[in-house]
């Protein structure tokens, strides 16, 4: 056996709907005509009314398929994803993707165990099980047809492709690929590991970065990087992840030195303030009870000075 040899079963596609080989022409919710053409439709439906259309006919034309057209039948006819087919076709098809989805459980079922994992599956703190989900959509989007989606030939593991052609480069998890699945795929796997895997490092930058520039952080920090400000950008925007590199020398180098010291001085400034503040409270405590004993003085007084009287 190769090292190329497949190891696996095939994974099962997804089947292939009845296809449109013309055109049916519905008066009312009844079949009345077939045609090549929407326009020969309509025609053969019209030719096959006594008088014609009337305004309240309901004339409506759709494609259909060619089981449909060979024995056209009122009584037999089903609307499939917006195509016209016949009850046979459309039982059928229904029967052929319950058979497919059974199929597609079975094989991760089996495959899944032994799917390997991408060194850096755990940056966003993805546990294994978390990460062999977000495979899990991926193996589900190839059953479907995605074809940016391709599976290695002794595990059977899902990775993106980075183009359409027949032998792109590979990734297990790229920023490309993060994105592709967030859009294409749009599972809330995808999406948790998404955040997982972009969220906390784009916020440890902005923190770090904004200390230091405040709201001018990005393109100040491409300055200081000496890299293209549009990857910043990307960064912040959440469209890539940050780095291990990058992040690694910002924590470590004379930019974490900055934020510390920036923040060193905004805690002294606020204590500052809050001291003042603090202050200020004793302060209007203690006027409003010298106020408060000298009214008490002052009633007292009064109330004396009437006994005398």
């Known amino acids: ?12 596609l997804r089947p292939t709907a009845p296809v449109a080989a013309g055109f049916a022409c519905f ?12 326009e020969e439709a309509r ?18 034309v759709a494609p259909a398929s060619a089981a449909l057209l060979a024995e056209p039948d009122s009584h037999r006819v089903e609307i499939l994803a917006g195509l016209a087919v016949t009850k046979a076709d459309a039982a059928a098809y229904e029967a052929a993707l319950y058979a497919w989805e059974e199929d597609v459980e079975a094989w991760i079922e089996a495959v899944r165990p032994g799917w390997s994992l991408a060194p850096n599956f755990d940056d966003g703190d993805l546990t294994e099980d978390e990460y062999r989900d977000l495979l899990e959509a991926m193996a589900r989007s190839f059953s479907e047809g995605n074809a940016r989606v391709r599976l290695t ?20 998890y790229s920023d490309r690929a993060i994105k592709e699945i967030s859009r294409g795929i749009g599972r809330e796997a995808a999406e948790d590991a998404r955040f997982r895997l972009i969220k906390p490092r784009q916020d440890e930058l902005a923190g770090i970065a904004s200390t230091v520039w405040e709201g001018g952080w990005k393109d100040s920090l491409a300055q200081e990087l000496d890299i293209d400000p549009r ?11 940050v780095p291990p590199r990058i992040l690694a020398e910002i924590k ?10 920036a923040a060193s001085a905004e805690v002294s400034r606020l204590r500052t303030l809050l001291a003042r503040a603090e202050r200020k409270e004793i302060e209007l405590q203690l006027g409003a009870r010298t106020q408060a004993e000298a009214d008490a003085v002052r009633r007292a007084a009064g109330g004396f000075q009437k006994g005398g009287e």
């Open 252 to 261: 470590t180098g004379p930019i974490m030195a900055r934020a510390q010291a």
């Open 153 to 172: 030939k002794r595990t059977g593991t899902p990775v993106w492709a980075d183009s359409d052609a027949p032998s792109p480069n590979l990734s297990c």
């Open 27 to 38: 008066v009312n919710d009844y079949l009345w005509g077939i045609g090549a053409t929407e």
């Open 1 to 12: 056996m190769t090292k190329t040899e497949s190891t696996i079963p095939a994974l099962p």
């Open 43 to 60: 025609a053969d439906a019209e030719r096959h009314t006594e008088d014609g259309f009337t305004k309240r006919d309901s004339v409506s």
């Open 231 to 241: 990857r910043v950008q990307r960064w912040a925007a959440g469209e890539a992840r």
